[in-house]
């Protein structure tokens, strides 16, 4: 045989020896726990965006683990009250031993039934708490989704430059989009005013001024994970105040399709997205959408479950371990947003971009030296409030960076930053 040939068949019988390796592995997680059995605790269904991330990454994180469809138990649109107990202890009974909650306002409800079945791990996504909680078995888990509102923000200050720059967008087409220092107005639909919002609103804005230095932002509340109609009436009202993109945390396609259809009417106005691609809502006024890509986290929990090995007790990744993105960018995107795009992901995976950088915002005119967190778990219904779980309060500034997502998985960035204004009142 010669030696070319030789070359090839040795090469050709590696890939195979691999290709086996990679079959043997996944049946290996199936036939060694055959019992296996996880839960899985939905706020919605696969018709809310945020849900549907979580099924689509389980159902991706089950299937590269060999794990059969009777081996995942679904709970959909459980509301967050005792409800989501009963659905935890309705799971164990089922022989679960891993159940996994998405929405924050379960994470009493599951640490209740953690207490009571210490045999069974518990995740509580968006959670925050597990790790002061002195229960062994309940754990939290969130990306750093903030990374990908940065760069979903980018994407809308590279639209900002181009239509103000060639002349689409001024003081005389739209006059209302303009503040009297001359600074463009843009939107963002808040679900809650909790950390988790402020923290992604924030990167969002800070990755517009990054590109578009000159530019200030409204929030408006809904007070709602999901409702259609608040959102479309929030995105329509920031847009009346003269908001030329409207971003969101809030889960439903309302706001981008109230933006496409101010933008028919002949208003200069664009959205960017939460969860899930909003193109086929929105074709023309989506220009893209920060998104979680969860199966990094579930295959990693999963197969940590699967294997009788703990799950760690707070996990919070990012660009650095693919765990966040953004969806397809709209063909209304400014020329080059994609390199441009690219570059800026480059540098939050290798840690030289970060997204709070302390010499990008002010807080009162003054940049942020000191930022103490009280990790506690308060009860903001008491008078005065009490710690239900005491927590360390830790400095969140280091070398120049307010540090999220590092001492704990679910954001901790409070701070109201200039630029950016508040209402008071949610929609109705």
Not at 150 to 157: I, L
Request: glycine fraction near 8%.
């Amino acid at each position: 045989m010669k030696k070319g040939m030789k070359k090839f068949v040795s090469l050709l019988l590696a890939a195979m020896m691999v290709v086996s390796m990679v079959a043997f592995s996944t049946v290996v997680y199936a036939d060694a726990n055959p019992d296996f059995k996880m839960g899985v605790i939905l706020v919605g269904d696969e018709t809310e965006g945020y849900s549907a991330a979580h099924i689509e990454g389980i159902k991706k994180a089950a299937g590269e683990l060999g794990l059969e469809d009777s081996q995942i138990i679904w709970k959909y649109k459980v509301p967050e009250d005792s409800t989501c107990y009963d659905s935890a202890v309705d799971l164990v009974g089922q022989g679960c031993s891993l159940i996994i909650s998405n929405s924050y306002g379960h994470q009493t409800y599951m640490v209740q039934a953690a207490q009571e079945y210490p045999d069974t791990a518990f995740v509580s996504m968006t959670g925050d708490f597990a790790a002061i909680s002195g229960c062994s078995n309940f754990k939290n888990a969130f990306t750093k989704v903030y990374e990908s509102r940065y760069v979903s923000g980018v994407v809308a200050g590279l639209k900002l430059k181009e239509i103000t720059e060639d002349g689409t967008l001024t003081a005389e087409t739209q006059p209302d989009s303009f503040d009297a220092d001359g600074n463009v107005k843009i939107g963002y639909v808040g679900a809650f005013s909790y950390a988790e919002v402020v923290s992604g609103y924030t990167a969002f804005y800070l990755g517009v001024k990054s590109v578009m230095p000159n530019v200030v932002m409204e929030v408006k509340y809904t007070n709602s994970w999901f409702d259609i109609d608040k959102e479309a009436a929030a995105a329509e009202a920031l847009v009346a105040n003269g908001a030329v993109i409207i971003g969101q945390h809030a889960d439903s396609t309302g706001a981008p399709a109230a933006v496409q259809k101010l933008q028919d009417a002949g208003t200069i106005c664009y959205s960017i997205g939460y969860n899930i691609d909003m193109l086929e809502t929105a074709p023309k006024a989506a220009l893209t959408s920060a998104t979680n890509d969860w199966d990094v986290y579930y295959k990693y929990a999963i197969e940590a479950a699967m294997n009788g090995e703990d799950i760690v007790v707070d996990w919070a990744k990012g660009y650095d371990e693919g765990a966040v993105s953004i969806t397809e960018l709209g063909e209304s995107c400014a020329e080059g947003t994609a390199d441009y795009v690219a570059d800026i992901e480059a540098q939050l995976k290798d840690g030289t971009l970060h997204v709070f950088d302390t010499t990008t915002f002010t807080v009162g005119g003054e940049q942020v030296t000191s930022a103490p967190c009280d990790m506690s778990f308060m009860d903001y219904t008491a008078d005065p409030p009490a710690a239900i779980y005491e927590g360390e309060t830790v400095e969140a500034i280091k070398d120049g960076y307010f540090a999220e997502s590092e001492y704990r998985s679910a954001p901790y960035f409070a701070l109201r930053i200039d630029g950016i204004t508040e209402d008071a009142e949610a929609v109705e």
